[in-house]
């Protein structure tokens, strides 16, 4: 028993002799710290993440940007309103006056052939009209008639005779082929009608030739 302790003594004793070797160092791979804040190797202090924007944020954002829209589309359609309304009442007023003067050409050819037959009845001598001259007074009676019926056409579709002896002189309806003092007319009216005019639903058709008076 005691040989084998002091064996086992021996076999000890070498291990115990042989210096300590350390083991690997081991290397630390957290970040370094400063100031209690993580630092990055190469790019210094870890920046903070932007906040992400907020829904409520975005929705007040669309909002005020479809209301825009809203009120611009709002503010073209009154516009295009507006405008086809006006281009309906020009278009009206024109289709009115197309039916009132669409006829003017026509009541000009006609305006010569009133001119003759008044030009006709003038004509005729009044004395000779008697009884014992019947074909002339039936001509100048129906040279009479026709006149009439025709002025009464006239009538119907809105031409109206232009007769403005004594009336102020107006450039817009008369035509003056001259001045001349005539004795118990005032200066500026009608003293003598050469022509008659006419007026078609209001509007001057043939300014009536006249002579004006004037001052001594």
């Not at 690997?24 to 957290?30: F, K, N």
């Not at 102020?168 to 008659?196: N, R, S």
């Not at 006419?198 to 001594?216: C, E, I, M, Q, S």
Request: with cysteine.
């Amino acid at each position: 028993m005691a040989a084998r302790c002091v064996w086992l003594a021996r076999c000890a004793l070498p291990a115990l002799a042989r210096p300590f070797r350390a083991g690997p160092r081991l290397l630390c791979t957290a970040p370094k710290q400063k100031n209690g804040q993580s630092l990055d190797e190469d790019t210094g202090p870890a920046e903070q993440k932007a906040e992400p924007p907020s829904p409520e944020k975005g929705l007040a954002d669309e909002k005020v940007k479809l209301e825009e829209q809203l009120k611009e589309t709002t503010e073209k359609y009154k516009r295009a309103l507006a405008d086809t309304e006006n281009l309906r009442q020009r278009s009206q007023k024109l289709v009115e006056e197309a039916k009132l003067y669409g006829i003017q050409a026509f009541c000009k050819d006609l305006l010569e052939v009133a001119d003759i037959l008044e030009k006709a009845t003038q004509s005729v001598p009044k004395e000779e009209v008697r009884e014992d001259n019947p074909h002339l007074k039936s001509l100048y009676e129906g040279l009479v008639m026709t006149e009439v019926q025709m002025q009464k056409v006239f009538t119907k579709h809105g031409l109206l005779r232009m007769d403005p002896v004594g009336a102020k002189f107006d450039p817009y309806e008369h035509e003056a082929l001259f001045h001349a003092p005539v004795e118990g007319k005032e200066p500026g009216t009608v003293a003598l009608v050469t022509k008659v005019g006419y007026k078609l639903h209001g509007r001057t058709l043939r300014p009536a030739l006249v002579g004006v008076a004037k001052d001594a």
